[in-house]
């Protein structure tokens, strides 16, 4: 009989990088941390021993718990979490069954330090089009959902990176930038080691409207016409953000899901 209180490998790798996927908090011991450091997308490290004081900051989300094998420490956490309300479910084998399954993995060591709210902060140049909001898509769908963005004129994103402790990105003479003719979305892509398939696919898109190749892909040109209309529908490049990341996340369902499937109507009719 299927568990109520778990979650499995696969149904979990239906939902990552998805607007409706739950937090996933990840209570491994350092131990386990340490001999293989990198994480689930979109994780939140958590020490099981204080689940009490954190538990109620996860009210009314969904939350995959993760420890080692799928045992105690994340059945305990999330049967914690329970009884605070949250709607808490374990991986079923925990990370080693997620990892021996290939699932996408993160390299921790790539994350930039954190805020005091637990948030990573990244700055970049205002009026964004195509790669200024396929990096902000990426990484709150896969690596922080709490990240803050902060778009300022091209000559201040260093000087504001120094003062807020932000990391600059897709601006000259950065880590996280272009990279020959690959664009700032495929270095992302690349350095967290997220091997997707669905998201090869969705680079090619973004790397062929962002660098006017658009006879890479025949979706560029359609992805770069809507992209150049969200921006010229929004003043305020955070509301361009926020309507942008629907667009993210039907090219990347389409990517994953639908690149077989075609449309026709009105069919062609019946011979008489």
Known sequence: MPSTTAITVSQLSRLIGLPGAPAIID???????NADP?????????????????????????????????????????????HEGVGAESLE????AWRDAKGPLIH???????????????VTRTRPKVDRI?????????????????????????????RFRAVPFD?????????GERCTFDTMIEEFGLDSEALDRLAMIVRAA???????????????????GLSRMFRDDLEQLEAGMLLYDAFFRWCRDATEETHNWPSASKPA
């Open 27 to 33: 209570v491994r011991i350092e131990d386990d941390y």
């Open 171 to 179: 601006i000259d003479n950065v880590f996280w930038t272009h990279r």
């Open 38 to 82: 990198r994480l689930l997308p979109a994780s939140n490290r958590r020490d099981f021993k204080t689940v009490s004081t954190w538990a109620s900051e996860f009210a009314g989300s969904r939350v995959a718990v993760v420890c080692q094998k799928g045992q105690k420490l994340s059945q305990g956490v999330a049967a914690w979490l329970r």
């Open 108 to 122: 921790a060591g790539k994350i930039p330090p954190r805020d005091e709210k637990g948030r990573t902060v990244w």
């Open 134 to 162: 396929a990096c902000p898509w990426l990484i709150r769908r896969f690596i922080d959902p709490g990240a803050v963005f902060l778009f300022v004129e091209a000559a201040e994103v260093s000087a504001v990176a120094d």
């Open 93 to 96: 084998g925990g990370f080693e």
């Open 210 to 228: 962002d660098t006017a190749s658009l006879d890479l892909v025949p979706q560029a040109a359609g992805f770069l016409a809507a992209s150049l």
